[in-house]
Structure formats: C-alpha cells, structure tokens
C-alpha cells in the first residue's frame, strides 16, 4: 500500500509559536519537502500492514530543525501516545505494532518518550558552516519518527514537541495520525450538523448542538485514548434541533473521543478533559 502523507494545518494551539527555529519535513539528504509544521499541524500517514513479525513494514517521517537565530540552541523532543488501537507494544523489546524515533546520536526503543541530555540537538547560529550546524550532534541525522506495523493495520495518534531546552515555552508540538480513528467515515445522511463540544476543554459537563435531517434514534458514545468505550448514553429518538449534555464529572484528564450516531450517521468529535 502507498504511504499517503497529508498535512492539515489546525487552528489548536498548543504551545508559544516557535520564533528561534523553524521545524520541517525533510528527505532522506535532509533537503526540505514540504511546509514548515507549526503548532497544531497534523500529519496524516496511511501505513502498509507487516506480513511477517520478524520483518515488519515500518512507515517513516523524517524532520529536520533549521536554527533561525544568530545564537547556538540546544533542542529535545517528547512524545505523548494518545491513541492506540490495538495497542502499541511499548516495552522497547521490539515487538509489533510499536513506535520509535531517533534524535541526535541514538534511535531509541519504543519505551522511550524524550532523549537524555546527551543527545540533545545542537544547532549552530543561522548560516554556520562549522559544526554544529545542521540538526543533530552527529551532523547528518535528522529526527526520525518510525512506526512498525503489525499484522493488522492500526490506529495511532502520537504527538510530539519539539523544544528549546533553555526556554521550553519555545516549542512545536504535531500530531503524527496513523490511519483512521476507528474506521468511523462521517456518514451525514441523517444528521444535518453537529457542534462543537462546549466548553472544551472542560472539567464536568459538556454539552453540543445537534440538527437533524428526520426523526431518529441517537446515541452518543465516548471513547478514551485507549479506545475503550466508557461512556454509553441511552438511545433516544429525537428530531430537528436538539442540545445534548455529557456528564464527565468522572472522566479523567486526558483525550476522549465523542461518537455521535443517528440512524446510520456517525460523527466523531474530540473531548479534552483538564481537572
């Protein structure tokens, strides 16, 4: 299967713009390929299913950071999982599926989220032409996202931040999506609008707007990060324009997923809860 790389620029913020450096996608010579990622952007890979467990197909995304400053930075990464399905083997011993990514001098297993200070990238002033000078100490490696594939395709959401180290408010944070969330395609035959969840993030309740098409019968379902359902609302039969309220006074802080389902429509919207 081709490997299909889409790049949709969100709105969401979730961290000071970085002004000092600039972070993008890059080949295999480190040439730039394609727009700078900013905070918010969401990559989307489509990625191939392994055959065999000892040799498994592993989709790769290659980053390089280009120091716009007129001083030396010091640069690391942290990763967050927010979503696997089935899950990731994050162990490091090296089953599949699992996920890993190389910064400065190392690849690390999958149980590794951020590089020690040993192989924090080193980034010359703007312009150099001595070491260092591109974006890694070992002068050549670019930062490596990798994902090994099982024997049925997955779905993954992993984020990572990239970050000066010397001011950690100086930071890019992107979304790495492997595949489709759950398989859910939005079918809107029956529904004619969903809201946005409000407020979001939110503590306790959360409430959307629903408009439908005809009379149906709705459910709504919430899923955690994970993708076990923990929240399974009562069907009811509704019509026109309707204001749904979720309890979430029990959730845990994390990221959820809201699966709003009528007749045979579905529509997914995602659900921050911040305690």
Do not use: W
């Amino acid at each position: 299967m081709k490997k299909i790389f889409t790049f949709l620029l969100s709105g969401l913020s979730f961290g000071l713009l970085a002004q000092n450096y600039s972070v993008y996608q890059t080949n295999n010579s480190q040439t730039v390929n394609s727009a700078t990622l900013t905070n918010g952007s969401f990559i989307t890979i489509n990625t191939s299913v392994s055959t065999s467990s000892l040799s498994p197909t592993v989709s790769t995304f290659k980053v390089k950071m280009v120091n716009n400053s007129t001083n030396t930075m010091t640069l690391s990464v942290k990763r967050q999982i927010v979503y696997h399905n089935p899950p990731l083997l994050l162990n490091g011993a090296g089953g599949i599926p699992d996920t890993y990514f190389c910064f400065g001098f190392n690849c690390f297993p999958s149980s590794v989220n951020s590089p020690g200070p040993a192989d924090y990238c080193i980034l010359g002033p703007s312009g150099s032409t001595v070491a260092p000078f591109d974006n890694s100490k070992d002068n050549g490696t670019p930062f490596v996202l990798d994902l090994a594939e099982g024997l049925v395709q997955g779905k993954y959401f992993v984020n990572y931040t990239v970050f000066d180290v010397n001011n950690i408010n100086d930071s890019v944070c992107f979304t790495v999506k492997y595949n489709e969330f759950l398989s859910v395609s939005e079918n809107t035959d029956v529904i004619e609008t969903v809201g946005n969840l409000y407020p979001n993030p939110t503590t306790n309740n959360v409430q959307l707007s629903l408009v439908l098409k005809q009379e149906s019968p709705v459910k709504i379902q919430v899923y955690n990060s994970l993708g076990s359902l923990i929240y399974n609302g009562i069907e009811q039969k509704l019509s026109g324009k309707n204001k749904l309220s979720i309890n979430c006074t029990n959730f845990n802080s994390g990221l959820y997923f809201v699966i709003v389902t009528a007749g045979n429509s579905k529509v997914t919207k995602r659900l921050v809860i911040n305690k």
